[in-house]
T-cell receptor, first 112, second 117 residues
């Protein structure tokens, strides 16, 4: 079936460190891919998206590239801040189902 | 632009009762989605409405139901509440399906925390 797998957390980094959160997917077809972020006590915020192979999504210093050959969509940021501490979700959607399929989420903690 | 709004923020019920959760989409959005975020189970798709019609449904029992009103707001109803229904229920919205652009990003509200005692 269709699924998303994220690296297990928590990920703990010092401020200004480089961030990578791995995400791989299994899908029958060509999904659109998303990263969402959830701050404590809040809903999900769309961080970035990519709709086809080799697309790069970017926002607020975060980037992810849709890699069809490795079925991956890893999230990266060159220099994290304390305010980036949150739970990050990778997700895919296939066809016209309206159904986002989420990974389990990765908790990021950034220390000053 | 106002985001997706959900009410109430918190809801406490007992087993066997019924719960009604409400969602107002972003202005101009006609698609509304419901998800359940339960501890240990992650985010799971419940329902999708577009322009008043149910378009898709997740793997949940029939006691989870909903509807969409002419102004595109939506209700999620959960009957015969069970302890395992305790979760954060998230609503999301996106532009109309008829826009012709598939898989538009879904924009989420802050959720309703449903607690079953």
């Amino acid at each position: 079936g269709n699924s998303v797998t994220q690296m297990e957390g928590p990920v703990t980094l010092s401020e200004e460190a480089f961030l990578t959160i791995n995400c791989t997917y299994t899908a029958t077809g060509y999904p659109s891919l998303f990263w969402y972020v959830q701050y404590p006590g809040e809903g999900l915020q769309l961080l970035l998206k990519a709709t086809k192979a080799d697309d790069k999504g970017s926002n607020k210093g975060f980037e992810a590239t849709y890699r069809k050959e490795t079925t991956s969509f890893h999230l990266e940021k060159g220099s994290v801040q304390v305010s980036d501490s949150a739970v990050y979700f990778c997700a895919l959607i296939l066809g016209n189902t309206g159904k986002l399929i989420f990974g389990q989420g990765t908790t990021l903690q950034v220390k000053p | 632009e106002a985001g997706v709004t959900q009410s109430p923020t918190h809801l406490i019920k007992t087993r066997g009762q019924q719960a009604t959760l409400r969602c107002s989409p972003i202005s101009g959005h006609t698609s509304v989605y419901w998800y359940q975020q339960a501890l240990g189970l992650g985010l799971q798709f419940l329902l999708w409405y577009d322009e008043g019609e149910e378009r898709n449904r997740g793997n949940f029992p029939p006691r989870f139901s909903g509807r969409q009103f002419p102004n595109y707001s939506s209700e999620l109803n959960v009957n015969a509440l069970e302890l395992e229904d305790s979760a954060l229920y998230l609503c999301a919205s996106s532009p109309p399906v008829r826009s012709g652009i598939r898989n538009q990003p879904q924009h989420f509200g802050d959720g309703t925390r449903l607690s079953i005692l």
